[in-house]
């Protein structure tokens, strides 16, 4: 089959939340290349990651599915190959699939290598992949056999090195290349000493929302991020002397963001904005528009069909994500509200009490509950830093009531009875695998409850 849509080079980062970008509005990160690139295509506003930690949210992305439904829970636990992936798709429609950095959607260890076939999920014509690890002085990578391949340098730089001669090759050909670096993941400090040395604690401004803020470790984060920035501005300067960038949709986003003190807490599998909001541009020169912004709820789920949509191929009947590449160009909305939950707390959520939830979030609102208890219901269009929790205030029962409503019906459709963490793993035949996987990594305390 002759495909005819755009290429496509979907660049995908680790733990970025939304507002660490200049054009989002922050005035201390420095960001002019993604800057740029929301200016010559459509910033989303309401991007959401779902399941805001590691795997699960990659799956969804991989698969166009809920975790409920990808058999993809929580971290560590392979990806079920027996389902169709979106990459496939765009393979058999003619394009080829490469995918560079960081997997993590083979299980453990996290050294292991992943051979070609299923596991790889359709990513066929070129793979330099590593499941996972934020060593980002120490680049490493597979190819098509089990000898590791090791580089010299700055991983997200060797990465755009590799991601910029697969479309080199692949120039004359219609291409769906996935770039996944690590970083802003912590370890933060593992960046390059001319972008640390950008970002002084005593210059920098911090979220109003933070408490007991480590100052280095927040400057390194966006020391990273405009690292990053420098290597979104190669690959679009890359484009546009190949000739390529007219008809290449660029997808910038993140699995996932961090909350970074806000709220006194660290890291994701929270419902507040810091980590479940995340950034997502879109620019496609012959067939978005140029300097816009896109209110639409969009989720994690959503992307991989919304990429297949406007590549002008149909997602796969079973795939629960929406496509909503004719809402891009003016369609109706394709959400009310979007799923999020957390339905395997695990490391770094145990600092927290490591509960279960779920929630929706909308253009306006984010609830969410625990299964025996409401939890934070909040205003985030008056309330943008979220400090004043609204939940079991009797003037917004009618309120919590109506998203309680959203949240059912969300539950309903992805057939989740809001069960105990164990008891999801055990009806996916995924258990001895989770009690594997803890016992593999000695820092995580969670066991069977």
């Not at 309120?399 to 996916?428: I, N, T, V, Y």
Request: glycine share 8%; net charge negative; with cysteine.
């Amino acid at each position: 089959m002759a495909a005819s849509g755009p290429n496509v080079l979907f660049i995908l980062v680790d733990q970025m939340r939304e507002e660490a970008m200049g054009c989002s509005g922050n005035g201390v990160v420095r960001t002019p290349r993604l800057d740029a690139l929301a200016g010559e295509g459509v910033r989303f506003t309401d991007a959401v990651a779902n399941c805001p930690v590691c795997t699960p949210s990659r799956a969804m992305l991989m698969t166009g599915k809920y975790p409920l439904s990808n058999g993809t829970l929580v971290n560590d636990l392979p990806m079920p190959t027996e389902q169709p992936f979106v990459a496939e798709i765009a393979r058999d429609a003619g394009y080829r699939t490469g995918y560079i950095g960081k997997w993590h959607l083979d299980g453990i260890p996290r050294e292991k290598f992943t051979p070609p076939g299923k596991r790889r999920a359709g990513f066929d014509t070129y793979w330099a992949g590593y499941n996972c690890h934020h060593n980002y002085f120490e680049p490493k990578y597979y190819l098509d056999t089990d000898e590791l391949v090791t580089a010299p340098g700055y991983e997200p730089v060797v990465q755009t090195d590799l991601a910029i001669d697969f479309m080199t090759r692949h120039r004359d050909e219609p291409f769906l290349l996935v770039l996944a670096w690590g970083p802003p993941h912590a370890p933060c400090h593992l960046v390059p000493e001319s972008y640390r040395a950008a970002y002084r604690p005593d210059e920098i401004a911090y979220r109003a929302n933070c408490r007991d803020t480590d100052t280095r470790e927040y400057c390194d984060y966006y020391a990273q991020i405009t690292a990053l920035d420098d290597q979104v501005g190669r690959l679009v300067a890359f484009l546009d002397r190949a000739g390529l960038a007219d008809n290449t949709l660029v997808v910038f986003t993140s699995d996932h963001g961090d909350m970074l003190w806000s709220h006194g807490r660290v890291k994701k599998q929270q419902p507040w904005e810091e980590s479940v909001h995340i950034p997502l541009i879109m620019r496609w020169p012959d067939g978005l528009p140029r300097g816009g912004e896109s209110n639409q709820l969009i989720g994690m789920a959503d992307m991989g069909p919304t990429v297949l949509g406007l590549m002008g191929l149909e997602p796969a009947p079973e795939m629960e994500g929406v496509d909503m590449s004719s809402a891009l160009v003016g369609g109706p909305p394709a959400h009310t509200s979007l799923p999020i939950f957390d339905y395997v707390p695990a490391d770094q959520a145990l600092q927290w009490g490591g509960r279960e939830w779920r929630g929706v979030r909308t253009r306006t609102h984010t609830y969410a509950r625990f299964m025996d208890a409401g939890w934070v219901l909040y205003d985030n269009v008056n309330d943008p830093y979220q400090f004043e929790n609204l939940i079991d205030r009797d003037e917004y029962r009618p309120l919590q009531s109506e998203l309680e409503a959203e949240l059912q019906g969300w539950m309903k459709r992805l057939g989740d009875d809001f069960l105990p963490a164990e008891d999801h793993l055990r009806a996916l035949g995924q258990y001895d695998l989770w009690v594997e996987r803890n016992a593999h990594f000695p820092w995580s305390r969670n066991r069977k409850r």
